[in-house]
């Protein structure tokens, strides 16, 4: 069984830079067959798509975070980043990290399959 | 791109359930749609269109009629209350988009 587990920082200051980290288990970060990706849910908000990345270091990224968002991937560590640049208290939200399959057919990519369980983000100073 | 949701949807115990998510792309993309409880990490409960994953109760199902596609809860139970959304892509196919989520309440 695949499992996924964010960590990092609870707490970030507006206008630094939040950074996470997903450890990924039971499954290989390597394979063909999927993209890694980060979700986030703000209070009482919907679930907000950040971006994905492939085991090639291939990325795909939400374009209204205007490229404050960038992913990076450690094939060795079997574990995948965010780092989130000049954050505000509009990027308090749940951080999930989720594994992506990938599609054979016209799309690219599929559904998330397995997610980790969440780690909440507050930007304040 | 958007994927349109209404926020919020009740039922009474036994009724029939539709939540629907419209979007142009709709017509040539997938939607896949998952349930999340409070506190916790989304579920897949239909993937393309209308098949449902190992586990989900055959009392869930999905439709697709052009840009429109339909999660319909049949008997709906108290175990079903959620926030339901539909998940797709972008009409090229990279760009993951959610929609904004219904509210199902068991009245």
């Known amino acids: 069984q695949v499992q996924l587990q964010e960590s990092g920082p609870g707490l970030v200051k507006p206008s630094q830079t939040l950074s996470l980290t997903c450890s990924v288990s039971?499954?290989?970060?390597?394979?063909?067959?999927?993209?890694w990706s980060w979700i986030r849910q703000s209070p009482g908000k919907g679930l907000e798509w950040i971006g994905y990345i492939y085991y090639s270091g291939g990325t795909y990224y939400n374009p209204s975070l205007k490229s404050r968002a960038v992913l990076s991937i450690d094939l060795s560590m079997s574990h995948f980043s965010l780092k989130l640049t000049s954050v505000t208290a509009a990027d308090t939200a749940v951080y999930y990290c989720?594994?992506?399959?990938?599609?054979?057919?016209?799309?690219?990519?599929?559904?998330?399959?397995?997610w980790g369980q969440g780690t909440l983000v507050s930007v304040s100073s | 791109y958007v994927l349109t949701q209404l926020p919020s949807l009740s039922v009474s115990p036994g009724q029939t359930a539709r939540i629907t998510c419209s979007g142009h792309?709709?017509?040539?993309?997938?939607a896949y749609w998952y349930r999340q409880k409070p506190g916790q990490a989304p579920v897949l409960v239909i993937s393309k269109d209308t098949e449902r994953p190992s586990g989900i109760p055959e009392r869930l199902s999905g439709s697709s009629a052009g840009t429109i596609v339909t999660l319909t809860i049949s008997g709906v139970q108290a175990e079903d209350e959620g926030d339901y959304y539909c998940q797709s892509t972008d009409s090229s196919g990279t760009l993951v988009v959610f929609g904004g989520g219904t509210k199902l309440t068991v009245l």
């Open positions: 989720a594994r992506l399959k990938a599609s054979g057919g016209l799309s690219l990519v599929a559904n998330f399959d397995f």
């Open positions: 039971g499954g290989s970060i390597s394979s063909a067959d999927y993209y």
């Open positions: 792309a709709l017509s040539k993309q997938y």
